[in-house]
């Protein structure tokens, strides 16, 4: 059978009964628990506040702060102008450390034309999030044994997470600016796009990013019998273990569409999670999953690898356009698989 590509618009008024779509409608966002080490959040606090400092000092902005991190760390630590020891020590040299960093990505981004340099995401969580199916999601005879469907990650944390899909257009200034920037995203892979070009998604891994399921041809697979799903979705398992070395954890079903078979499917060979998306970032605009229209903490971005054949903007185009929305609002990029 031929790969079958179509809109999303257009499969979801064909959505037959029993399919469950993410996306369409409007719920509210539900909630989860996030659990930390002891003396985490503080650690946390001090390194973005020591980033922020840094931020601050590249792009003059914010309040004046001492220009030497490691400084301030000795003097708060009773040892004024000598070299930080102990837990101080530490402490100056992770911040020295991420000084740097941002100072690098702020080149980065005056080099790739963003609006302005992306904020600095706080470190992963020391335990990651419970995750639960959200609400309206759920498929008929579902229970917590199958993997959660969700669109925003639970977290008070002013991150959300980037991903793309399919993987038709292969832009091989994404994979520098991407890596340049720092900019973790996620790939959620279909391998009829894919095939014929195995080595920029290697490369795009050896880069920071990491591999999804997209399935094999990007099928609505609410219409397709056990057997075709399984085939979809796990043989692509078996593909993108053999061609990347690891087999993922997360999947993405194609449209957003699913039942109880896709999820049970999944989960029989590997997957955990099934991340959908609350907003859709295009080169020009953004569409949003929530009537506020708006982000919020944890949001999950979808978004595409597509061109100018297919819009008005090339790769490089949407990752500025996406991220002056984020940085504008606040908000940083973090690491999907860090909180999932």
């Given at each position: 059978m031929q790969p079958v590509r179509q809109k999303e618009e257009f499969i979801m008024k064909r959505r037959r009964p029993g399919a469950v779509s993410g996306g369409q409608g409007r719920v509210k966002r539900g909630h989860g628990h996030l659990r930390r080490r002891p003396g985490y959040a503080v650690l946390a606090a001090l390194l973005v506040a020591a980033v922020g400092s840094g931020?601050?000092?590249e792009t003059g902005g914010g309040a004046a702060s001492?220009?030497?991190?490691?400084?301030?760390?000795?003097?708060?630590?009773?040892?004024?102008?000598?070299p930080p020891a102990g837990a101080a020590g530490s402490m100056a040299g992770q911040a020295e450390k991420a000084r740097r960093a941002q100072a690098a990505r702020a080149v980065a981004a005056r080099k790739w034309g963003l609006a302005s340099t992306p904020l600095t995401p706080p470190l992963p969580p020391a335990v990651k999030p419970h995750l639960t199916?959200?609400?309206?999601?759920?498929?008929?005879g579902g229970d917590a044994s199958l993997p959660p469907v969700f669109t925003t990650v639970p977290t008070k944390e002013k991150v959300v997470f980037l991903t793309m899909d399919d993987g038709e257009e292969k832009d091989p200034e994404l994979l520098k600016m991407m890596s340049e920037l720092n900019i973790p995203y996620s790939a959620f892979l279909s391998d009829y796009l894919?095939?014929?070009?195995?080595?920029y998604f290697k490369e795009a891994q050896v880069r920071g990013a990491v591999l999804g399921n997209h399935t094999l041809n990007h099928r609505y697979l609410p219409g397709l019998s056990h057997d075709e799903q399984k085939r979809e979705i796990c043989d692509q398992q078996d593909i993108l273990?053999?061609?990347?070395?690891?087999?993922?954890?997360?999947?993405?079903?194609?449209?957003?569409n699913y039942n109880g078979d896709t999820l049970r499917i999944a989960k029989s060979c590997g997957i955990t999670a099934v991340p959908l998306w609350a907003a859709e970032a295009f080169p020009d605009h953004m569409e949003w999953r929530e009537e506020d229209r708006d982000l919020h903490p944890g949001d999950i971005i979808?978004?595409?690898?597509?061109?100018?054949?297919?819009?008005k903007g090339s790769m490089p185009d949407l990752i500025r356009s996406v991220m002056k929305v984020v940085t504008d609002k606040g908000y940083a990029v973090a690491r999907l698989e860090d909180y999932v």
């Open positions: 931020c601050a000092a001492d220009p030497d991190p490691g400084r301030a760390a000795a003097a708060r630590a009773g040892q004024p102008g000598g199916t959200r609400k309206g999601f759920e498929v008929e894919v095939r014929d070009d195995y080595t273990e053999k061609q990347y070395g690891e087999r993922p954890r997360l999947f993405r079903p194609p449209y957003g979808l978004t595409h690898f597509r061109g100018k054949e297919e819009w």
